[in-house]
């Protein structure tokens, strides 16, 4: 198990910047696939990217990309989620996930085993 901490959220104005960031610890970082999804309040939680173990490939849904970006850096067990020009529709608690060694089916929230608590986004007009 890797136990995950989220930071980094708040309130912004519509075409605002945040970065969020996810601490691990517990187990070694890089033999994770790591992930950020979110929930909106009265909608199910869902995909938003996602980073292979090397960092060397990220995967976005069609709503962020272009808008956000995902990194790691394993020296410091760290994901983050850069996040421009958000919008009023980006509010929701952002979750990191971790899944061991990573899968295809990234976009998949059964795949990972590990989460954090989530953070809050609020994304004002």
């Known amino acids: 198990q890797v136990q995950l901490v989220e930071s980094g959220g708040g309130l912004l104005q519509a075409g605002g910047s945040l970065r969020l960031s996810c601490a691990a610890s517990?187990?070694?970082?890089?033999?994770?696939?790591m992930a950020w999804f979110r929930q909106a309040p009265g909608k199910e939680r869902e995909f938003v990217a996602a980073?292979?173990?090397?960092?060397?490939?990220?995967y976005y849904a069609d709503s962020v990309k272009g808008r956000f970006t995902i990194s790691r850096d394993n020296a410091k067990n760290t994901v983050y989620l850069q996040m421009n020009s958000v919008k009023p529709e980006d509010t929701a608690v952002y979750y990191c996930a971790a899944d061991l060694y990573g899968s295809r089916r990234y976009g998949t929230i059964d795949v990972y085993d590990n989460w954090g608590q989530g953070t809050q986004v609020t994304g004002s007009s």
């Open positions: 517990g187990r070694t970082f890089n033999n994770y696939a």
């Open positions: 980073i292979t173990r090397t960092g060397g490939t990220t």
